[in-house]
């Protein structure tokens, strides 16, 4: 496609409840970002993938958030048994070359609602 | 870990005036210095790259400078547009780009 997708755009949970939340990169950028922007904020480092390979995953704030991007494309951060702070706005960003060389380009974001 | 801090949080001024956004961080071993846009409920979109061996770079009404012996960065738009109203957030670092809270700008016609 032309930019970074992600979907949903909206997700309210409830708590404990599991959740998913899709990126699809600019095709062919190599590497691929989360960050995660509470209201107000700037968004914070979740985890970072060049390729399939997860090269950083040090934002992520508990072992409830899981990443992956099994074929170097499509990304999926799952979030287990989900509490009212992990409600934000999910952004997925992604840079043609390797995560230090080039621009970022960001989606829309997945604003996630927990009750 | 990088720190990065934007100054002023909001800014107000009257449509065609001149100013600066300012942007600050701990770690001058960076890669990387971003400026963005964020409108109220959208992603960010990128405005402008200097990446380290840069000392600024230029697009439009939009200049950008970075000083990473002083870990300061500045974002200079020339003559405000009501349509230039936004959050502009700065981002520094390497693999694992840092955000600044942004600068809530807002230009009154």
């Known amino acids: 496609g032309a930019g970074v997708s992600q979907s949903p755009r909206y997700k309210v949970a409830k708590r404990g409840q599991d959740v998913a939340l899709r990126c699809d990169p600019i095709s062919g950028h190599v590497s691929l970002f989360w960050y995660q922007q509470a209201l107000g904020q700037g968004p914070e480092f979740l985890t970072y993938f060049q390729n399939e390979a997860q090269l950083d995953k040090s934002g992520l704030p508990s072992d409830r958030f899981f990443a992956e991007r099994p074929e170097g494309s499509v990304s999926t951060l799952k979030i287990q048994r989900t509490q009212q702070e992990d409600s934000a706005v999910y952004l997925c960003?992604?840079?043609?070359?390797?995560?230090?060389?080039?621009?970022?380009?960001f989606g829309e974001g997945s604003r996630l609602t927990v009750l | 870990k990088q720190e990065v801090t934007q100054i002023p949080a909001a800014l107000s001024v009257p449509e065609g005036e001149n100013l600066v956004l300012n942007c600050s961080f701990t770690?001058?071993?960076?890669?990387?210095l971003q400026w963005f846009r964020q409108d109220p409920g959208k992603g960010l979109t990128s405005l402008l790259l200097i990446q380290s061996s840069q000392r600024e770079q230029t697009s439009g009404r939009l200049n950008a400078s970075l000083d990473k012996s002083s870990g300061r960065s500045t974002l200079y738009i020339a003559a405000s547009q009501p349509g230039d109203s936004a959050t502009y957030l700065c981002?520094?670092?390497?693999?694992?780009?840092?955000f600044g809270a942004g600068t809530r700008l807002t230009v009154k016609p």
């Open positions: 981002a520094a670092g390497d693999n694992d780009m840092r």
């Open positions: 960003a992604s840079s043609p070359g390797q995560a230090n060389t080039g621009e970022l380009f």
């Open positions: 770690d001058s071993a960076i890669y990387n």
